[in-house]
């Protein structure tokens, strides 16, 4: 049960100076799928959630988390509604109560009775069968106006707090739409801020910081891999490393080490950015001759303008070419933009390098890449970087996209 103070406190949510942190959601449910579902969904839409399934733990978790509100799913043998709710009551929550079930269903319209009662600040019902869309309507007022500011968190912090891991976004093949594989993306998953994207973290490549988080990344795909693999089969995976890393003495054959000993294990790519490889290109060069004959492959990724720095090479052993969002993102309608992805698709057949357009997020650039004729297409609108097992879920069952 909350105290008075525990109360105070709760009516006055944690802020960054005036701008509000993402919202916190407690979900009780004793039902590992329906919490797993509600958890990576809410997550995905910029919410922090705690799960619940046991009632005895909701009490503690309404001193500790203060949850802005909390989600009950009104499922049959699920845990009791109506004492949810008394605790709920009982522990004097300040919050939002989301309800989820049939609209019609008894059970629902006994739990609005029993909350209007009791005096809990009902949401309206989140009727079941829903879309996510649906899910993310019933909370949106919860979403600060303003993004909170950049965590001061460093590398080295996240790492020894096991913060880190790896997100997973799909690559899709053009010519099939079947799963051709994935790129790894590295996210923060922190106790205060939850999700924090790279950009707030990932420190510059020349860092010596950047070894630990490299050697992270490449410890992390593997066993990532391995559970991928067992739900979903075989399945190409991308990282991204920086230049430097290359510098090291015995860094390919140490990473070809790690290579999971699995008859479906078909090899790794390296994803470097464009700048990185132009600006050393005799490195690149050697590191991509060496690591083909360790079934690595080596993509230069976010070509965009510079790509006429690649022309000419008298050796190139890079596997892929990946055009940059900048200039795929409304090439549908730029011809400027179309063009220099054309450029850069012609120079990657020309050398036999595949090539993968990223940010592709609408029909229309679809079907300009389509036309310029890349192999593979990435982006938001064939999904987002997921974690690991949700990207499983979602994956699972040889799903063929449609456009």
Known sequence: MMNDTVQEDASARPTFGKRKIKPRL???????????????????QGF????????????????????????????????????????????????????????VAPAVAAARELCGKLGLDLLPVLATPFREEDLFNSVASLVPAQAPPPPPVDVTEALDAGWLELWYQ???????MALGGAEA??????????????????????????????????GRVFEDWRYLATHLGRIHLSINLPISFFREPGAIGDLRAQFPDHPAFDGLTVEVASSEVTGNLALATEAAR??????????????????????????????????????????????????????????A??????TVAEGVETKEDFRAMHDIGVDAIQGFLFGRPMAARKFARDMRGGLVFKV
């Open 185 to 218: 993306l590295i996210r923060m998953r922190h106790p205060t801020w939850g999700i924090v994207p790279p950009a707030y973290f990932i420190p510059d490549g020349s860092d010596p910081h950047f070894r630990d988080l490299s050697r992270f990344v490449i």
């Open 48 to 103: 922090i959630p705690t799960p619940c399934s046991r009632l005895d733990d909701l009490g503690g978790i309404l001193e500790t988390v203060l949850p802005d509100v909390v989600i009950v799913p009104t499922s049959v043998n699920g845990l009791p509604t109506h004492d949810i709710i008394h605790a709920l009551a009982a522990g004097r929550f300040p919050g939002k109560v989301l309800l989820i079930g049939p609209s």
């Open 170 to 176: 799909p690559k899709i093949d053009i010519r099939t």
């Open 26 to 44: 407690c979900i009780v449910e004793n039902k590992q799928h329906i919490l797993t579902l509600l958890g990576d969904t809410l997550e995905d």
């Open 349 to 354: 057949n020309d050398y036999g390098a595949r």
């Open 290 to 347: 060496q690591m083909r004959f360790h079934h690595i492959g080596f993509s230069i990724d976010n070509v965009g303008e510079e790509w006429p720095l690649l022309v000419g090479l008298s050796e190139f052993p890079f596997a892929e070419i990946k055009l940059d969002r900048e200039f795929v993102d409304g090439s549908s309608s730029e011809p400027l933009k179309r063009s220099v992805c054309r450029h850069i698709a012609d120079l």
